[in-house]
């Protein structure tokens, strides 16, 4: 069986807000021909790079752990790139059009400024061909902040209750990767941004790779460490066809691995 594919470093973001019926977080819709996760719902993020890796100490501010500041500012770049938030002092929306994040921040001698917690890390499953290696931030934002798509990874955004995202995905409106959804479970059971960020301080962060099972009628479920089963499991399947056509079959559900579809 070939080796499994090595997770890339990233980041990404939850925005929390107090809205009128309870906590809000910031999540836009892929495009249709994305290469990895198309049509899916997501929050903002991406890969960590060298330039971020460089530039972290000096462009981050706030209360933050400086041993995750690289992968906070890949987060906050990613974050202005696909929706045109900027979370500086003071926050604004204003689409990048093509520009480079770090050289306009240096141009008007900016840094981004952010109280940002880390609260999960989350390792695509062994048999995917694409996979990362994601550490899950979050951050409360005040201003009236509304997105603004860069219409090439982002198509459209919004910000949403987690549990009205939660029944999209019931309703098989919306297409919600695993992670993304156990994320948003979450994010529902707070009343208040701030106490989803009191809870993110006191967690104790372990990595979080999840095995597949292929039921016997064809369906997937995502088996997460600590479940019934999970030590029964391969690491990986070995048949990418058959995970595959049982991706399919979990599209829109709580079991969703965007990245076979």
């Not at 001698?109 to 880390?118: G, N, S, T």
């Not at 993110?200 to 016997?216: G, K, M, S, Y």
Request: proline share 7%; hydrophobic share 45%.
């Amino acid at each position: 069986m070939k080796a499994p594919a090595k997770p890339r470093p990233s980041a990404t973001i939850c925005l929390l807000r107090d809205g009128g019926d309870g906590v809000e977080v910031l999540m836009g819709k892929r495009g249709s021909t994305a290469k990895f996760m198309a049509d899916a719902w997501v929050f903002p993020g991406g890969r960590v790079d060298a330039t971020d890796r460089a530039r972290a100490g000096e462009l981050v501010q706030g209360n933050n752990d400086g041993e995750q500041l690289p992968w906070i500012v890949s987060a906050l770049r990613e974050t202005v790139e696909e929706l045109g938030v900027w979370l500086t002092d003071p926050p604004r929306v204003e689409a990048l059009g093509g520009r480079d994040v770090y050289a306009t921040l240096d141009s008007a001698d900016e840094a981004f400024r952010a109280d940002v917690r880390y609260f999960a890390n989350w390792v695509t499953p062994a048999d995917l061909p694409i996979r990362y290696d994601a550490r899950f931030y979050a951050t409360v934002v005040t201003a009236n902040l509304e997105p603004i798509p860069d219409m090439a990874e982002i198509e459209r955004a919004q910000w949403v209750r987690p549990a009205d995202a939660i029944l999209a995905a019931a309703r098989r409106e919306w297409l919600i990767p695993f992670p993304t959804h156990v994320t948003l479970e979450s994010l529902a059971r707070v009343v208040t941004a701030d106490e989803f960020m009191a809870r993110a301080a006191e967690l104790d962060i372990d990595t979080i790779q999840p095995r597949i099972r292929i039921e016997d009628d064809g369906t997937l479920r995502v088996v997460m460490p600590g479940e019934s089963g999970f030590d029964d499991l391969p690491e990986a399947t070995g048949d990418l066809q058959k995970l595959a056509q049982a991706a399919r079959k979990a599209k829109g559900t709580r079991h969703t691995i965007a990245e076979l579809e």
